[in-house]
């Protein structure tokens, strides 16, 4: 059977409709916006969890309406929790590169995609070389109005700000 690692915001509450969704062996670790630092103790701690239950997937997931996004983007109330700071100035800075655009759904959606674009990459850079067999590192968002996950944007079409001379 497929087995598949989730890491997932608590606070979207995700495991049971993951687990009714897809027909895999799911296996999940939480952190407050997906918030979590590759630093090397949690890529071994990772690695550990790969090997024992054999994984071939891993999959960031945040909801459209995730609590801890919508507080970055507004009052930050939440500013002073441990590992939360970068998220928030992550996504404060992504904010003002995304304010041309009126709709606020597509808003949202690129700068979950953009957030999570970005946890992929450093989480397969942690991995690198570690596995004979390649583990599949991928993002979704979940939107709970359509009951759907969809694919994060490609890392392209994410918006980083260039200097031209």
Known sequence: MHKCLHLICPTDCLESIINNRFECENYFYTSLGNSIMFDANTICK????????DIREITFVLSNNNSILFDSLENQNFSNIRGLKKFYKAISKQKTYLAILQDIDKKQFMLLSYYL???VNALKLGLKDSFIKPIKVIGKIYNKQDNSFNHIYSDLICIKKHNLN
């Open 117 to 119: 674009n970005k946890k």
């Open 46 to 53: 990772i690695k550990k969890v790969i090997r024992k239950h």
